[in-house]
């Protein structure tokens, strides 16, 4: 199974709470926090969701 890095790049403060949880879910904390994920149609689902917010490269 391939892996996704992904960065918080944009603020999720103002936004809609489903998205804040969102990110939150995919274990991004901070603003430039990173985490590296499993590429699953749920995973990817999130990111999909919040690609607005996320700075994403395969791993």
């Not at 892996?3 to 603020?11: D, E, G, N, P, T």
């Amino acid at each position: 199974m391939s892996k996704l890095k992904v960065k918080l790049v944009r603020s999720p403060a103002n936004r809609i709470e489903s998205h804040k949880a969102t990110v939150r879910g995919l274990g991004l904390r901070r603003m430039h926090s990173t985490a590296i994920i499993e590429a699953t149609p749920e995973n990817l689902g999130m990111v999909r969701k919040v690609r607005y917010l996320l700075d994403v490269e395969e791993v």
